[in-house]
Every structure is written in structure tokens, then in C-alpha cells.
């Protein structure tokens, strides 16, 4: 019941107080906000779909963060570029110098992160770079979010490949 009450807080507080959770949903109807949650009929609950959409960005101002001396700046300017994912494509060279020779391991771990936001479509091209990355790279939390990324470019030859989950 605590969960029911959460959702409809959130709702409420995040702009759908005009279409609040109803409590008469069957599973068949239609909801302008989402999808009925499975096995869930009998509370009416509703989620929103969610779809990742490519932010506009500035990729030209933000490549010349990406070289700044100053490692908050140039995260920053990868957390924007994640944001931008495809769009943030004309970048991808610069991206990968910072992956392969920042000195701050969050900086390359965001990198590694960013080429994962751009997807399959725009980051295919690095397969090479983030293959080297992965070989070359020290910091085991960067070496996760390089095989993250490789994943969602390249799973058929990822490292993580044919690897079953670890049980409790």
C-alpha cells in the first residue's frame, strides 16, 4: 500500500494532478500517460513510458571543455555530451583522447559512459579505440564502464560475453 501511495505522490507533485492514478483502470484500457503495470488490475496503477531523447547541444564549445585543465570542466562537458547522445557524434574523437589519456579516472570513467548515451549508430565507428581503452586501462570502476559501453556497441565480442551472472 506504501508503494501505491508513493506513485500517487509522485504524480501529483510532478505536473499529472489532472490525471490522477485512478483506481477503476482494467487491464485493457488505454491511459494517456503510459502502460497499466502488469499484474497490478486490481490498484489501477500507471506508468510513464519512457524514451531517452537526444538533447541539442553544443558540440563545438563543448570539445574545447574537453580540453580544459580543469577535470570538473571537462566532466562536465562529458555529462553534456551524454546528454546529447547521436548528437553528440561529431565529438567522438575527442571523446575518446579523454577515455584513453585523462589523468582523472572519473573523467575517463564518464567518457567510457558517454560512448554507452551515444549508442551502437554513432560510437560503431571507436570499436578499435574502446578495445585498446579496455586493454590498457588500470582503474577497474573505468575498465566496468568501458565493457558497459562495448555491450550496448558491440555484445557479440564484448569481454563480458558468454559470462553468466554471480548468485547470492
Same mark, same amino acid.
Given at each position: 500500500?506504501?508503494?501505491?501511495?508513493?506513485?500517487?505522490?509522485?504524480?501529483?507533485?510532478?505536473?499529472?494532478?489532472?490525471?490522477?492514478?485512478?483506481?477503476?483502470?482494467?487491464?485493457?484500457?488505454?491511459?494517456?500517460?503510459?502502460?497499466?503495470?502488469?499484474?497490478?488490475?486490481?490498484?489501477? &496503477?500507471?506508468? @510513464?513510458?519512457?524514451?531517452? /531523447?537526444?538533447?541539442?547541444?553544443?558540440? +563545438?564549445? !563543448?570539445?574545447?571543455?574537453?580540453? *580544459?585543465?580543469?577535470?570538473?570542466?571537462?566532466?562536465?562537458?562529458?555529462?553534456?555530451?551524454?546528454?546529447?547522445?547521436?548528437?553528440?557524434?561529431?565529438?567522438?574523437?575527442?571523446?575518446?583522447?579523454? &577515455?584513453?589519456? @585523462?589523468?582523472?579516472?572519473? /573523467?575517463?570513467?564518464?567518457?567510457?559512459? +558517454?560512448? !554507452?548515451?551515444?549508442?551502437?549508430? *554513432?560510437?560503431?565507428?571507436?570499436?578499435?579505440?574502446?578495445?585498446?581503452?579496455?586493454?590498457?586501462?588500470?582503474?577497474?570502476?573505468?575498465?566496468?564502464?568501458?565493457?558497459?559501453?562495448?555491450?550496448?556497441?558491440?555484445?557479440?565480442?564484448?569481454?563480458?560475453?558468454?559470462?553468466?551472472?554471480?548468485?547470492?
Amino acid at each position: 500500500m506504501l508503494l501505491i501511495e508513493s506513485l500517487r505522490f509522485m504524480r501529483q507533485n510532478h505536473g499529472h494532478e489532472k490525471h490522477p492514478i485512478s483506481e477503476d483502470h482494467s487491464a485493457s484500457s488505454h491511459h494517456p500517460y503510459g502502460r497499466h503495470l502488469p499484474g497490478s488490475a486490481d490498484h489501477g &496503477l500507471w506508468y @510513464d513510458s519512457v524514451k531517452a /531523447v537526444s538533447k541539442e547541444i553544443d558540440v +563545438v564549445t !563543448l570539445m574545447e571543455q574537453l580540453q *580544459s585543465n580543469r577535470s570538473e570542466e571537462r566532466l562536465n562537458a562529458l555529462i553534456e555530451l551524454g546528454d546529447g547522445r547521436d548528437n553528440a557524434a561529431p565529438a567522438l574523437d575527442a571523446i575518446l583522447e579523454v &577515455l584513453t589519456s @585523462d589523468k582523472d579516472a572519473k /573523467v575517463r570513467e564518464m567518457a567510457a559512459y +558517454v560512448l !554507452l548515451q551515444m549508442g551502437e549508430k *554513432s560510437a560503431k565507428p571507436a570499436m578499435a579505440a574502446i578495445k585498446e581503452a579496455y586493454a590498457k586501462e588500470k582503474n577497474p570502476t573505468v575498465k566496468l564502464n568501458i565493457v558497459n559501453a562495448w555491450n550496448a556497441i558491440e555484445p557479440e565480442t564484448s569481454p563480458s560475453q558468454g559470462m553468466t551472472p554471480a548468485g547470492p
